[in-house]
C-alpha cells in the first residue's frame, strides 16, 4: 500500500534552519509530483511547493521563495523539505502529500519555532 | 496568483439536511479542482477531484460540480460523522492554492 513517512517532530530556534524528510513506499516513487503543505494551529492549508521527483523540478508558493528548498533521494524514494531563516509563525505542521489531487498525505511533522 | 475564495466560512445544519459548500477561482481553472475533508487532529482526506469524480471509497452523498471559476461540494444528507473542515483546492498549475476552508457543524 502506498505510503509516506515522515521524519520527527523538531524544535528549533528563530533564525535557524528545518530539513523534513519524507519516505515513500509502494509506488514508483518518480512518477507523482510531492507537495508540501502546511498548516499552523488552528489555521488552515497553506500550499508550500511542489517537486517533480524525476526531474527534481521544482515549484513553490512566492510567500516561500528564497527560504524553502524542495529535493529528493530516488534511491531511497524520499523527499525533503529544508525551510531556513525560521520564525515563530513557521511553527505548523508540515505534510508531504503525493499527487496533484492528494488521495495520500504523510502523517505530519510538528515542528516548532521558539526561543 | 489565482485565489480560491470558499464560502461560508463555517456553517451549521441539521442531521439529514442538505449541505452546500461553494469554491471560487479568481480566474479560470477549467475542472482542476479537489475537495477534501480534515477532521481535527487528523489528515486531510480527499473527497473528490477533477471537480465532480468521487474518490474510492467517499461516500456517495457528497458530490462536486462546477467548471471554470465556480465550484460546489455537496452533501445530500449530512451526518454526524460529516463534522469537519472542508477546503478546495485548484491544481491547474502551480501555486496550488487551497480555499480557506468551510467548518461543518451539527446543529
Known amino acids: 500500500q502506498v505510503q509516506l513517512v515522515q521524519s520527527g517532530a523538531e524544535v528549533k530556534k528563530p533564525g535557524a534552519s528545518v530539513k523534513v524528510s519524507c519516505k515513500t513506499s509502494?509506488?514508483?516513487?518518480?512518477?507523482?509530483?510531492i507537495n508540501w503543505v502546511r498548516q499552523a494551529t488552528g489555521q488552515g492549508l497553506e500550499w508550500m511547493g511542489w517537486?517533480?521527483?524525476?526531474?527534481?523540478?521544482?515549484g513553490y508558493a512566492q510567500k516561500f521563495q528564497g527560504r524553502v528548498t524542495m529535493t529528493r533521494i530516488t534511491s531511497i524514494s524520499t523527499a525533503f523539505m529544508e525551510l531556513s531563516g525560521l520564525t515563530s509563525e513557521d511553527t505548523a505542521v508540515y505534510y508531504c502529500?503525493?499527487?496533484?489531487?492528494?488521495?495520500?498525505w504523510g502523517q505530519g511533522t510538528l515542528v516548532t519555532v521558539s526561543s | 496568483d489565482i485565489q480560491m475564495t470558499q464560502s461560508p466560512s463555517s456553517l451549521s445544519a441539521s442531521v439529514g439536511d442538505r449541505v452546500t459548500i461553494t469554491c471560487r477561482a479568481s480566474q479560470g481553472i477549467s475542472n482542476y479542482l479537489a475537495w477534501y475533508q480534515q477532521k481535527p487532529g487528523k489528515v486531510p482526506k480527499l473527497l473528490i477531484y477533477a471537480a465532480s469524480t468521487l474518490q474510492s471509497g467517499v461516500p456517495s452523498r457528497f458530490s462536486g460540480s462546477g467548471s471554470g471559476t465556480d465550484f460546489t461540494l455537496t452533501i445530500s444528507s449530512l451526518q454526524p460523522e460529516d463534522v469537519a473542515t472542508y477546503y478546495c483546492q485548484k491544481y491547474d498549475s502551480a501555486p496550488r492554492t487551497f480555499g480557506q476552508g468551510t467548518k461543518v457543524e451539527i446543529k
Open positions: 509502494g509506488y514508483t516513487f518518480t512518477s507523482y509530483d
Open positions: 502529500a503525493r499527487g496533484r489531487w492528494v488521495p495520500y
Open positions: 517537486m517533480n521527483p524525476d526531474s527534481g523540478n521544482t
